[in-house]
């Protein structure tokens, strides 16, 4: 608006001169005061436009500058005789060539403003805004040009919009952005930072506002690893940039959690340090992750010697108690095969704990029947296991399984096998029983094979049960009983604890 009014005011009293309305102005110069006298419509009009601080050109209409005042000529940092009579286009920027062209074609019929680009004597550009009108001298037709400087206005609207750019970023920034001047208090501070301290962090001393502890340095920061806190607040200040540094800040609300700090000087306009720009990048999930990711690589180590201390066992036992070498490839497939289905089954879940009900149903599917629903089925109520006892119990399934399938109820069409299981002693305590039906008669000696070896040391050493083999002759009974596994349960009293009733069996 400011600029408006003095192009008006200096339009409307160049106007009045050339129309001979005014006979005297009072122009106020760097010696005070002066009163000019109008003579003639040249005199008065040079003495004002020479005091004006606008730059005013008259212009012909093909575009020739007739005359300038000396303001005009010291913007563009020309001699005032290399700007009389040469065309108006020599001076604007090329790019403006076609806006000055319509500038001076609406001009010629009515006062019109535009900003224009005008080209100072080192090429560099000054930002103007050019106001036109027609005017007749000694009845020629010309424009009168007014050419206000807009550098002023510019740098400020240049800073104003650098200032909503960076407050944008701030507002809109997840991370916490913390910007401090040289003595280390803070200037500005991003929506994020604030939400994380809650509470207002400008002109408070970032020490105070964030104080903080490094948990590991960054070698590549010019300082010593894990430096303190308040030896990185002065590496920073000093001018040095650092990245990657873990940091906790030291309040009751943020102690469980872990940060990225980040930080670099901040510099002006001509490259001096005024400051410099924090960042702190919440990486609790990160760490947390990372220390999972331990705990479960420690597991996974854990279990792999498990699983290798199992095959071992398995392997030597299965060599010990086999005939021929195709008997032992048989019985160690199999028994691979169970502890894979075991592990099948941890792999698949996300809790620490599978239901009794999966492994019985996932160990005895080889054997169900489509078509016979009876030939296999299991009752009980829900039951959740601890890993550590699925294996085992899948081994003990399997052998159970593959003497019904040699000997017992799945080797003829009509056997059944029904497996159930109870909770005794208010919860602490399993009994789970499998029961074979309508299979051929178990008769001759019974013998105690790898089988039932493999059943009792697995349910008394692994699961700190005892189980009761009954070899009656309609069908085997299979009665095991162990604590329900919990982690962190104590070990029970170790030892074999098995009876087997021996009337008439074979045992793989």
Known sequence: MDLQQRLAEAEETLRAIYHGAVDALVIR??????????????????????????????????????????????????????????PLAAFVAPHEKAAMEALLADGARRSVRRELSFMRSDRSMLPALAAAGPLVIDDMSALLLIVTDLTAQ???????????????????????????????????????????????????????????????GEEAAGIEPTPSAAKLLESVLAGKSIQGVEARIDTPQLSEQYFLFSAGPLYDHGAQSIGCILTLTDITDRKRAEEHQTVLMAELNHRVKNILAIVQSVAWQTLSNSRSLEVFKDGFDGRLKAISVAHDILTQIRRGQVELKQLVAQSLSPYADPDNASRVTWSGPPLLLAEKAVVPLSMVLHELSTNAAKYGAFSIEAGRVEIRWRLLDDGRDVELTWIER???????????????????????????????????????????????????????????????????????
């Open 29 to 86: 110069g760097p010696d005070g005061p002066q009163v000019f006298t109008l003579r003639s419509a040249q005199e008065p009009y040079r003495a004002l436009v020479e005091h004006m601080n606008e730059g005013a050109l008259t212009v012909s209409a093909d575009g020739a500058i007739l005359y300038s005042n000396r303001h005009f000529a010291d913007l563009l940092e020309y001699p005032l005789e290399q700007i009389v009579g040469k």
């Open 154 to 216: 510019k740098q400020s609207e240049e800073v104003a919009a650098a200032e909503r750019f960076a407050r944008s970023i701030l507002e809109q920034a997840t991370d916490a952005i913390l910007v401090c001047d040289r003595a280390g208090r803070i200037t500005k501070a991003s929506w994020a930072a604030e939400r994380l301290l809650n509470r207002p962090l400008v002109g408070q001393s970032v020490a105070e506002a964030v104080p903080f502890e490094v948990t590991a």
């Open 438 to 508: 309508n299979g051929p008669p178990v008769d001759g000696q019974g013998a105690s094979g790898f089988g039932t070896k493999l059943i009792t040391r697995v349910i008394s050493y692994d699961l700190h049960g005892q189980a009761a083999l009954d070899f009656d002759r309609t069908g085997l009974r299979c009665t095991l009983s162990f604590p329900v596994p919990v982690e962190r349960r104590q070990p029970l009293a170790t030892g074999p604890r098995v009876s087997v009733n021996r009337r008439g069996a074979q045992s793989s």
